[in-house]
């Protein structure tokens, strides 16, 4: 069956520290992956978006990577700070390049000062 | 936020009863879709549209339906609210490029409870 996994439901992290999120698949076979950021009452803002043929990808503390092989993405933020703290979504299109988007069901992140 | 707006933002229903509710949009993009959240399930579609009059079904549309009769408009209806509906709902909207894919621009969403 069709799956995506993210690797934990929280994450506690100090500040300063890089924070890693994980973000899994099985039985698609995505274009791209996209990530997502969720305040408490809010909807989902988007962040990063990162195609099948790029290994990597930056924004400003932001690092998305890839690995079609092994059907995972790693989302990292680094130097993280305490308004980072936030539930990341992970997503993927559904149908192969298509605008209907499957989402993961996100890690809680709290950084701690 | 992008120019997306749900109404109502909170709504308390009866079981059995009709509910619709409103994403506005004036972004001008071509699909729009409706979403539900709950814990433990993360997003899950219940239908999205691609155009004016044209829908199509989600993971979980049983029990709900949607109608697009102008671009800036996506209802979504609940025939008979159950209780397994009490959920936060959330529209989004999104606008291919030509030869590429782009992100998805959520609403600020509705909280419904069917008691």
């Known amino acids: 069956s069709q799956k995506i996994e993210q690797n934990s439901e929280a994450l506690n992290i100090q500040e300063g520290k890089t924070a890693t999120l994980t973000c899994n698949y099985t039985n698609y076979s995505p274009a791209y992956l996209q990530w997502y950021r969720q305040d408490p009452g809010r909807g989902p803002v988007f962040l990063l978006l990162i195609r099948e043929n790029e290994k990597e990808k930056r924004k400003e503390r932001l690092k998305v990577t890839f690995d079609t092989t092994l059907k995972q993405s790693l989302f990292h933020i680094t130097a993280s700070q305490p308004a980072d703290s936030a539930t990341y979504l992970c997503?993927?299109?559904?149908?192969?390049?298509?605008?209907?988007?499957?989402f993961g069901p996100g890690t809680r992140l709290s950084v701690l000062p | 936020d992008a120019g997306i707006t749900q109404s109502p933002r909170h709504k308390v229903t009866e079981t059995g009863t009709p509910v619709t509710l409103r994403c506005h949009q004036t972004?001008?993009?071509?699909?729009m879709y409706w979403y539900r959240q709950d814990p433990g399930h993360g997003l899950r579609l219940i239908h999205y549209s691609y155009g004016v009059k044209d829908t199509d079904k989600g993971e979980v549309s049983d029990g709900y339906s949607v109608s697009r009769s102008k671009t800036e408009d996506f209802l979504l209806t609940l025939e008979s609210a159950t209780s397994s509906q009490t959920s936060v709902y959330f529209c989004a909207i999104s606008e291919p490029g030509t030869g590429r894919t782009t992100e998805a621009f959520f609403g600020q969403g509705t909280r419904l409870t069917v008691v």
């Open positions: 997503a993927l299109d559904r149908s192969r390049g298509g605008q209907n988007f499957v």
């Open positions: 972004e001008n993009h071509r699909y």
